[in-house]
């Protein structure tokens, strides 16, 4: 019974994906108004040669301190859970 | 414990990785790279040490209290800039014009310069931090489980 | 829609990568081999979106003795940046689960360490 519904699932997604990626935009011709006005403005609003490390930490750089905050949160919970235990027992 | 040949020349090999993590870092706004990158690079050379001495000798040299002052002083120092531009936005690049790391590159292809970049050089150093003592304490943390011992409080 | 296979390759070679992690995920039963299906799948995720961004005889989007040509997107390239950080932070947790779960019911069959089942 498993086995009959994860082939179908299976089958569903992967056609629905293939599908999908054919009908796509032609690769290589994106549409690509935001990304103009930063190729073309950026050395002068932030300085910077590269326009990637610009975008990561100018332009979007409240994306950069979400993704330090989800960093701290699993280097914690590693040291969390891997700590001592005790003598006699275990931790449930 | 590997073998001498082994611990020998990953002593050597050390210094070489470190410097070669710190110049991606440092260069980030002006070649490929950055925060991210750099750290993952001094990251993988504390995983060559941690396989070529044992957990036991690298926990006596890195102590956890040290990677989670490096880890945190990371954190501190890129909200403190983002914080020091509070005068317009949250994150204002309020460095650009002033002589610390603010020339303007000539528009175009040009030969870099490293004194450019505004607030970029430095929450690029923050980042890079941050992601060694993290990926670090992970790895440290999971080769002591493994091992037996615990990691001491 | 025939005419679009020749050019179109990255986008079906980053759906193909997805469809194998699928496979993986939902016919194993070694919890190791569930969380290479997941990293898998991260990685062909990662693939796809990169490849939204590419300009035809594009070069990178630095300044730095730059060679003459149109330049590829840079916002794609910070958003997977970000996801592959967040991809090894999940896998780091996942993988310390996989561990707890080994030391205390002794298999990692996904169908024989069920606690609540026991």
Not at chain 1, 45 to 70: I, K, P, Q
Request: with cysteine; glycine share 10%.
């Amino acid at each position: 019974m498993r086995q009959i519904i994860g082939w179908f699932a299976l089958i569903t997604l992967v056609t629905f994906l293939i599908s999908g990626a054919l009908l796509m935009h032609p690769f290589g011709y994106p549409p690509s108004d935001m990304d103009d006005y930063i190729i073309a403005n950026s050395q002068a609003e932030t300085g910077s040669n590269n326009v990637v490390a610009a975008v990561v930490f100018d332009y979007r750089g409240l994306d950069t301190l979400g993704e330090a905050t989800v960093l701290f949160a699993a280097v914690s919970g590693v040291l969390l859970l891997l700590r001592a235990t005790k003598k006699e027992g275990d931790k449930t | 414990m590997l073998s001498k040949i082994v611990r020998t020349v990953s002593n050597q090999l050390i210094v070489f990785i470190l410097i070669f993590g710190l110049y991606i870092i440092m260069h980030g706004h002006i070649t490929p790279g950055g925060g991210f990158q750099g750290g993952a690079v001094i990251a993988s050379g504390v995983v060559m040490l941690l396989v070529a001495f044992g957990s036991s000798d690298i926990k006596k040299a890195l102590r956890e209290r040290r990677l989670s002052v490096l880890e945190s002083s990371g954190a501190l120092i890129f909200i403190g800039v983002a914080f020091a531009g509070i005068g317009t936005v949250f994150f204002y690049n309020f460095l650009v014009g002033t002589p610390i790391f603010g020339e303007i590159p000539p528009i175009g292809s040009n030969s870099g310069n490293v004194w450019t970049g505004g607030v970029i050089p430095l929450m690029n150093l923050s980042v890079g931090l941050k992601v060694l003592a993290g990926l670090s304490a992970i790895v440290l943390a999971m080769a002591l489980f493994s091992s037996g011992e615990e990691m001491e409080e | 829609m025939m005419a679009y296979i020749p050019s179109n390759i990255p986008f079906v070679a980053a759906a193909a990568l997805i469809g194998v992690a699928l496979f993986i995920i939902i016919f194993r039963r070694n919890l190791i081999k569930i969380v290479m299906g997941i990293a898998i799948m991260s990685s062909g995720v990662n693939l796809f979106i990169v490849a939204l961004g590419y300009r035809a005889g594009g070069i990178a989007p630095i300044y730095t003795e730059a060679p003459e040509g149109p330049m590829a997107l840079p916002v794609v390239q910070a958003l997977i940046l970000t996801n592959i950080v967040i991809g090894v932070c999940v896998i780091a947790l996942m993988l310390v689960m996989v561990m707890h779960t080994f030391r205390h019911m002794g298999d990692i069959d996904a169908k024989k360490s069920r606690l609540l089942r026991r």
